[in-house]
């Protein structure tokens, strides 16, 4: 059985350390899971830095929408970069695509050069691609050293026959990093269908606020999206429960 590197997707700084103290290989520092994830404050990773040692990989994602990036939200990404990197990141998470849904290789290869020695991924934008195989190719000859997907479906188990593909395709020229709905209950047949060495997830679980006697008519976000008074944090025993799978 290989032992994988359980990558968590963590949306707040409690999250992250929460993830680090409960078996978590590496953080992707996330905020706004309502939205798809976004990237988190440079507080949160300034914070999150300093207060542990485990790799840290921060998504970079200037807004909600499309991954289609006109030049002023090309130059905000570039500024994120090149900020992580003073500050030790060990690796961004990111992608681009053009308005035909294609790898925008031209920004990848400037973004990956900015990047290094960091670590670059290739986020689900990934599985928005209409011909994955194509775009990994373009992804190894951008330099991406790793691509999160489900295998273009809403989640691993429904794409694990393109993983399969592109498992084989990849060898190793880049990482296929599976993420999308993996669970305790998964985890295992995911990691030895596919062969992979790394495996991502949230481990999620909604929180409430303890906060009472609110104005509850008045709300500060759209709530047919997202509430005031609840959102996400990491359960620390998930992370365990897969662990202890391994």
Known sequence: MILPLIEVATFTPNGALTAAQNGAGRIELCSGFAEGGLSPSIGTVALVRELTELPIHVLIRPRVGDFVYNKNELASIEK???YYKQLGVNGIVVGVLTDTGTTNTAAMKRLVEI???MSVTFHRAFDQCKKPLQELCKLIDCGVDRILTSGCKPSVMEGIDTLKMLVEAAQDKIIIL????????NAKFILESLGVNELHLSGKMKVYSPMQNFASAISLCSPAEVQDFCWHECDGQKIQAIKQLF
């Open 80 to 82: 994120e970069i090149i």
């Open 115 to 117: 990047a290094r020695p």
């Open 178 to 185: 599976p993420g999308g709905g993996i669970s305790p209950a």
